[in-house]
Each structure stands twice: as structure tokens, then as C-alpha cells.
């Protein structure tokens, strides 16, 4: 996307993608969660796909989908880990 700094459009995927994932698992916070769950998602979900071998759809919607599963990956190890 022309004009818009990459790192907006990364900050704004990632609340997207931390966003959907607290709703397929549950849960609640705020955006700066979101977007944390989001980002620390993406680069679990990243590797998990890659070391799996699974590429899903193009490159956009992979990245997407791999920061979803990243993201539930995350969220449910944080609330194991907090117990």
C-alpha cells in the first residue's frame, strides 16, 4: 500500500490477527494486547507453519492465518503459564 509506513500496516495486522485469536479461544483485552498477541503470534505461527512445511493460500492470507494460529498458540500458553 503506497503512502502508509510498513509498520502500520504491521501493527494494525497484528491487532487484527490477536484480535480474532482471543475470540476463537476466548478472552479479553485491549488493543495493546491484541496487537502484542497479534505480533509475538506471527512469528510463532511463522515458524511452527515453516518447520511443518504448510503453506496456506498466498503470501498475504499465510501470514495472516499463520499470526491467528501463532496467536492462539500464544494466548493458550500464557494462561497454562499463569497458573
Known amino acids: 500500500m503506497p503512502g502508509i509506513p510498513p509498520i502500520i ?4 495486522l497484528g491487532g487484527i ?5 482471543s475470540l476463537i479461544v476466548g478472552g479479553s483485552g485491549g ?3 491484541n496487537v502484542v498477541v497479534g505480533l ?5 505461527g511463522h515458524y511452527l507453519l515453516g518447520a511443518l ?4 493460500g498466498g503470501p498475504f492470507l ?3 492465518l ?3 494460529i ?7 500458553a500464557g494462561r497454562f503459564l499463569g497458573r
Open 9 to 12: 500496516i504491521t501493527l494494525v
Open 40 to 44: 509475538v503470534g506471527a512469528v510463532v
Open 70 to 76: 501463532g496467536g492462539v498458540i500464544v494466548i493458550i
Open 17 to 21: 490477527a490477536g484480535w480474532l485469536a
Open 53 to 56: 512445511g504448510l503453506r496456506l
Open 31 to 33: 488493543i495493546i494486547r
Open 62 to 64: 499465510h501470514s495472516l
Open 66 to 68: 499463520a499470526a491467528i
